[in-house]
């Protein structure tokens, strides 16, 4: 009798211990889990605040670049053939790296290329920029030809049409890409506030494109008047201009 005693003693304590064991071992699997689950949304939220554009990508500015293609009457360049003849008419010039300004290894050479204007822009602001922070300026990409563009919305529907009026103007060669990804966040803030006052005067239109994450930048041919002025004013710094300062200078002599 003593025995069944003892052993029902027994099982009743071990069975009490299992009862009290399993809530803290829930307990101890929920608390793991649990940071788990914030990291992941701190990162998701971290994720959402990166894309702040100050130019944010619309129809109206693809509107506003292809009317500034069809004030020039260029045209969207159809094929390598094209773009070779307007190569060796010197339409379309070389962008050369140097200690200011890289360029993607990725984009095809022959392609490495734009409007003399867009260069004297890119020359202007690679420079200025590697003077403020000692850095270069990449570029992404430049001119494309329709067949191209055809061939990149095939695998990036983001990407602007090839035709009619919202295409891409890479395909007149006045348009570059800087490269975004990588710019510290004062090195961001300095080439927004750079282009903020030139898009005022309507001497550029940028886009900060957030899938490719670069500036996609279209620049009009009166930047190199504007240029000139500057040159002949004296004017060697681009930082710290106002829209007013900007439009005083580009002002046409009385």
């Known amino acids: ?52 554009p100050v130019f944010r990508p619309s129809r109206e500015s693809l509107l506003l670049q292809n009317a500034e293609i069809d004030r020039l009457d260029l045209p969207r360049i159809q094929d390598d053939a094209e773009m070779e003849e307007l190569k060796t008419s010197g339409d379309l010039v070389a962008i050369v790296p140097n200690q200011a300004l890289r360029i993607d290894p990725r984009l095809d050479p022959n392609r490495r290329y734009c409007r003399p204007w867009t260069l004297d822009f890119l020359t202007d602001l690679s420079q200025d920029f590697y003077e403020q922070f000692g850095a270069q300026i990449q ?37 570059v890409d800087i490269q975004r990804r990588g710019l510290s966040k004062a090195q961001l803030k300095w080439v927004q506030d750079y282009l903020r006052p030139l898009k005022a005067m309507g001497l550029v239109e940028p886009e900060e494109e957030r899938r490719q994450w670069v500036f996609h930048i279209m620049v009009s041919d009166r930047y190199s008047d504007w240029r000139e002025s500057r040159v002949l004013s004296g004017e060697d710094d681009m930082n710290g201009l106002t829209p007013n300062l900007l439009e005083a200078a580009f002002a046409p002599a009385q």
Not at 8 to 34: C, D, M, N, Q, W
């Open 1 to 52: 009798m003593l025995g069944l005693r003892t052993t029902g003693r027994f099982i009743l304590v071990l069975a009490l211990a299992i009862t009290v064991a399993s809530p803290a071992f829930a307990l101890h699997e929920y608390v793991g889990k649990a940071p788990r689950k914030k990291t992941a949304s701190k990162r998701a939220r971290v994720r959402r605040m990166h894309w702040n």
């Open 139 to 175: 570029v992404n990409s430049a001119v494309r030809t329709v067949k191209v563009q055809q061939k990149l919305r095939r695998h990036n529907r983001n990407a602007a049409p090839a035709e009619g009026e919202i295409a891409s103007s890479h395909l007149a060669g006045i348009t």
